[in-house]
């Protein structure tokens, strides 16, 4: 929560840095950071394009329960991109526990992004959380979550995930760092709304923010 000494600005290193890698892997990068902007603190997601043009979310649901409500603004409206023909919702952390939040209305997304600083001491939340909104939302949902002890000595199971439309489980790694790549099918997207259409059942509303 000391965000004055940790913010940046959006002309700052780490924008510099997620350009970089962006043009030099040719793809896109995306992360949170805290953002100084009009003397208000964000915990923001940029979506960074190898050009160099990206796209923004301030998180929503801001964790009073770490006293981020007493630090940061939160955002107010959703990011929906497109990449390589998929839809993608990306959200930060605490998000995952607010389903109307991340509701897919009129099918606006087919891959769920979380990246999370959630604790061990939560992870059956998390665990159970991800295949939830897979599930509900008839999407993927791809949850990465730190690893290892933060500065208080908080300890960080990982149990990053990957699981797909039916809730079934395409990847999953806990208590260990891992780089892996696997593949995952629009295709299985569309099959599974069009066996079991209930989005289409679904109540019409929308937040007001």
Known sequence: MNVK????????????????QAKQ????VTGSLIIEEDQKYYNRLIWMHPDGTFQKYDKRHLFSL????????????????????WKICPTICYDLRFPAWLRNNSEA????????????????HWRTLI????????????GLNRYGHDGNEVYHSGDSMCID???????????????????????????ARRAFPFLKDADDFKLDT
């Open 5 to 20: 000494n940790l913010s940046e600005r959006m002309n700052g290193k780490t924008m510099e840095w997620m350009h970089k």
């Open 25 to 28: 892997f040719n793809s896109v």
């Open 66 to 85: 770490g006293h981020e409500d007493r630090h940061y603004t939160a955002g107010k409206q959703r990011l929906i991109v497109e990449l390589n023909g």
């Open 109 to 124: 997304y087919e891959l769920l992004l979380v990246v999370a600083n959630w604790p061990a001491k939560r992870a059956l």
């Open 131 to 142: 295949p939830t909104r897979a599930i509900e939302n008839q999407s993927y949902v791809i």
């Open 165 to 191: 439309p039916n809730g079934n489980t395409i990847y999953y790694k806990s208590d260990e760092e891992d780089l892996y790549t696997f593949a995952i099918y629009k295709k299985e997207v569309e099959r």
